[in-house]
């Protein structure tokens, strides 16, 4: 029987571009520059492989305690002081205050993984952003730009939609899909598209639209945990191991956005010419002419070995593009989701459910991973209408203080005054 092994999916690229260092399909030098390490560290992880096969990719450190790790005694009473004496304290100035009145001698990214573990806040310098340019990736499938361009691609043909569109920034070859908006839906279909057709890339470059980047604000513990929250897309890049990066302006992803220039000029031509009137006939004639584009206008890559990875075989890709939602389970086995209502038949002890919407249009409703089995409630109950009181006006007596008020300024209040000075 064999040794099952655990990796990280940062160990799994790792070992993905050492077996091509290995295999002798990429120099060590190159190996080295994709993994940003050394060329003495790749050495060391190349021999350490062939000895001792996959595992030999896993850290010997792994789950043992450092040897010059800080004793409890101190770290206690260093977190002890920052949360009383030291409240507030950001992790540069408490280790210099612990120092200097405690005698307790700690860095500052020691104090500061601590205050991420208990949870400590403590005010934080925003970096002031830089921008310079960028060359083109030098591997196939080392990055690539996504983003979606709403245009009247069919010229009042068929109402307007989003092309979805790829491009590898080393080669610039494309692929693009038309749909009928740009969001979560049309995102997964795509890119499980163009997995099934050229592999996982390394990593994928996009904007800050809602579909890529969740609009979740931040709380304090996910800001001292260094902790994001993802969108549905987002969540799939990373079961993936796909690294995403978001761009902060247009102009930074501006391969893209001059693929869409060109194309909604070349494009909308092409198919005025052969008179395609939708989505259907669309994403039909971009299979024949996508080829034909990306002849014509690819460049060579600046090194030959292509980076895409093929999928691992535990890799559901259905389940992993799906949306994913959670969903309270009430008392009575009953879930409620779109304003449908749903009767779990598995009995199980949890307050929520996981419910996975599919790119088929397949509901499944799961717990820890497991499928639970369920049927939908087609009508709900009516509720009993309780008859309502009705209430019988009432005149307020002639002789009722509120028929005395009269508002200052008003026809009666004159009349009134008018009448009092006469009597006078």
């Known amino acids: ?78 977190l002890s002081l920052c949360k009383s004496i030291y409240a507030g304290f950001n992790p540069t100035f408490a280790s210099e205050k612990l120092f200097e009145r405690n005698k307790i001698e700690i860095s500052r990214e020691t104090l500061r993984q601590w205050f991420i573990h208990e949870g400590m806040a403590y005010d934080k310098r925003k970096a002031r952003p830089h921008r310079k340019w960028r060359p083109r990736k030098e ?34 070859r494309v692929y693009a899909r038309f749909y009928d908006y740009e969001g979560t839906r049309p995102a997964m279909d795509s890119f499980k598209r163009y997995i099934l057709k050229y592999g996982l890339p390394m990593s994928i470059y996009f904007d800050r639209h809602s579909t890529y980047k969740s609009t979740k604000k931040q709380t304090t513990e996910d800001e001292l945990l260094n902790r994001h929250s993802l969108s549905q897309f987002g969540r799939a890049l990373e079961e993936l191991g796909v690294h995403f990066i978001h761009a902060q302006s247009a102009p930074a992803k501006g391969r893209i956005e001059r693929l ?92 929520e459910v996981v419910v996975e919407e599919r790119l088929n249009g397949c509901l499944l409703i799961t717990y820890k991973g497991r499928a639970l089995r369920y049927k939908q ?19 307020a007596a002639m002789d009722n203080p509120w028929r005395a008020f009269r508002l200052p300024g008003s026809q009666a209040t004159q009349r009134s005054e008018e009448a009092l000075v006469g009597a006078l």
């Open 1 to 78: 029987m064999e040794d099952i092994l655990t990796m990280s999916q940062r160990e799994l690229n790792w070992l993905h571009i050492i077996r091509k260092a290995i295999d002798r399909r990429i120099k060590q030098k190159e190996a080295a520059g994709l993994l940003e390490i050394s060329e003495r560290q790749i050495r060391r992880l190349v021999k350490r492989i062939r000895e001792e096969s996959d595992k030999g990719i896993i850290h010997r450190s792994r789950s043992k305690v450092s040897h010059n790790a800080i004793p409890q005694a101190i770290k206690q009473k260093a």
């Open 139 to 172: 591997h196939c499938g080392q990055m690539l730009q996504l983003d979606g361009s709403h245009h009247d691609w069919f010229e009042g043909r068929a109402p307007w939609c989003v092309l979805m569109g790829y491009i590898d920034d080393a080669t610039s």
């Open 260 to 351: 869409f220039k060109t194309f909604q000029d070349r494009l909308v031509k092409e198919m005025r010419l052969r008179n395609i009137n939708g989505i259907a006939g669309g994403n039909e004639f971009l299979g024949h002419y996508l080829p034909v584009f990306n002849k014509r206008f690819n460049v060579a890559a600046l090194r030959e070995e292509d980076l895409h990875r093929s999928l691992s075989k535990e890799a559901d890709l259905d389940k992993i593009f799906s949306i994913r939602t959670l969903r309270a389970l009430r008392n009575d086995f009953t879930v409620v989701h779109e304003g449908r209502l749903y009767q779990v038949e598995d009995n199980i002890r949890t307050k």
């Open 377 to 395: 409630i087609a009508q709900k109950p009516a509720k009993i209408q309780q008859p309502r009181k009705m209430r019988v006006y009432k005149p």
